[in-house]
């Protein structure tokens, strides 16, 4: 039988893990190990992870790192640390539901070309009260494409494509890795099904409007109309897309390796493809507002916005407010 680990990095976060902990204990099929990786808590995290290893029906192994890591390197411990053929990624606020290892194990069997899986996840308030809204669902309305879907809390990764994906680069948030990599090499699939909560409050949502109740154009008015650091999202994604770019390359023979040296050159392609989209509309968004309209019409004739998902994309190029040099760092 397939292993199974949950890899789950905490700080701070005592107001909720316990709820997600006890939905650990709760599933159909129950993990072989959980490991946690805690960067720090000054809360009462550790003692209420400490209580829960001791009654728990499989292992936990609890790392208190030396020194605090962050979040991405936190995670990329934990990960590491696994032995699961199966390694899950948890937060620490959300609630898996009973069947969340079940399904998804056996999505792996179904399809043994996927190396990560990602499924989607339920909106809930603060109280934890669904709010009939998937984060899926939301990036979708919003015109973002699904190779940009991949909340590291809703993925899965086989172990073997640890190889590749370990250490995660330093510049690189690790969930925006861990999606676009195996997105990128075709063995990533989306599981539509909401297998888990995501839960709203101050500390994950300020700012985001993928957590709405229904996020559409008065969204992305609001937002982009009166956000000084908007645009800058695109700058971060292209920089993202280049290092993902340069790092893949880097890994060539890790890829191999993985019998994966087919998807490659495809994946390279691709990546510089969204390297000129993402290049293209950046420098549209240095333009006044009252100048962008014909830069607009020619993104949409040559397919560009197509290739974004929707008109939504154009509509935040009409209204982001210009772009500054210092707003885009170095390039």
């Known amino acids: 039988m397939t292993t199974v680990s949950i890899a789950m990095a905490t700080y701070n976060g005592a107001r909720f893990i316990a709820e997600?902990?006890?939905s650990f204990r709760a599933q159909t099929r129950l993990p072989d190990e959980l490991v946690v990786c805690d960067d720090g808590s000054i809360d009462g995290t550790v003692p209420i992870v400490e209580a829960f290893a001791a009654s728990s029906p499989f292992p936990v192994?609890?790392?208190?790192?030396?020194?605090?890591?962050?979040?991405s390197a936190?995670?990329?411990?934990?990960?590491?640390?696994?032995?699961?053929?199966?390694i899950f990624i948890s937060d620490q606020d959300d609630v898996w539901y009973p069947d969340k290892l079940a399904t998804i194990q056996q999505h792996f069997a179904y399809h043994p070309d996927a190396r990560v899986i990602?499924?989607?996840?339920?909106?809930?308030?603060?109280?934890?009260t669904l709010v009939g809204q998937?984060?899926?669902?939301?990036?979708?309305?919003?015109?973002?494409?699904?190779?940009e879907f991949g909340p590291g809390c809703c993925t899965a990764i086989a172990r073997d494509l640890l190889a590749l994906l370990l250490p995660f680069p330093i510049d690189v948030p690790f969930d925006y890795w861990t999606s676009v990599v195996p997105e990128f090499l075709q063995c990533r699939m989306i599981v539509e099904q909401q297998l888990q909560?995501?839960?709203?409050?101050?500390?994950?949502?300020?700012?985001s409007i993928f957590a709405e109740q229904r996020p559409g154009v008065r969204s992305?008015?609001?937002k982009f109309l009166r956000d000084p650091a908007a645009g800058t999202d695109l700058a971060i994604k292209l920089k993202m897309i280049r290092r993902t770019a340069s790092t893949l390359y880097q890994r060539r023979d890790t890829v191999r390796s993985l019998s994966l040296d087919s998807q490659l050159d495809q994946a390279l392609l691709r990546l510089k493809r969204e390297a000129a989209d993402h290049q293209a509309r950046l420098n549209l968004l240095r333009l006044p507002r009252s100048r962008r309209?014909?830069?607009?019409?020619?993104?949409?004739?040559?397919?560009?916005?197509?290739?974004?998902?929707?008109?939504?994309?154009?509509?935040?190029?009409?209204l982001s407010l210009p772009l500054r040099d210092q707003d885009l760092g170095a390039e």
């Open 293 to 318: 309209v014909p830069s607009i019409m020619r993104l949409v004739f040559n397919g560009t916005y197509k290739r974004f998902r929707s008109s939504h994309t154009a509509l935040k190029d009409l």
């Open 20 to 22: 997600q902990l006890d």
């Open 220 to 222: 992305i008015a609001r």
């Open 197 to 207: 909560t995501y839960r709203r409050h101050s500390h994950n949502v300020s700012g």
């Open 74 to 86: 936190n995670f990329g411990r934990a990960i590491g640390l696994c032995s699961g053929e199966i």
């Open 61 to 71: 192994r609890l790392y208190r790192n030396f020194e605090r890591l962050g979040y």
């Open 118 to 128: 990602v499924n989607d996840q339920a909106i809930c308030n603060f109280g934890g």
């Open 134 to 147: 998937s984060v899926l669902k939301n990036y979708r309305r919003l015109g973002y494409a699904d190779w």
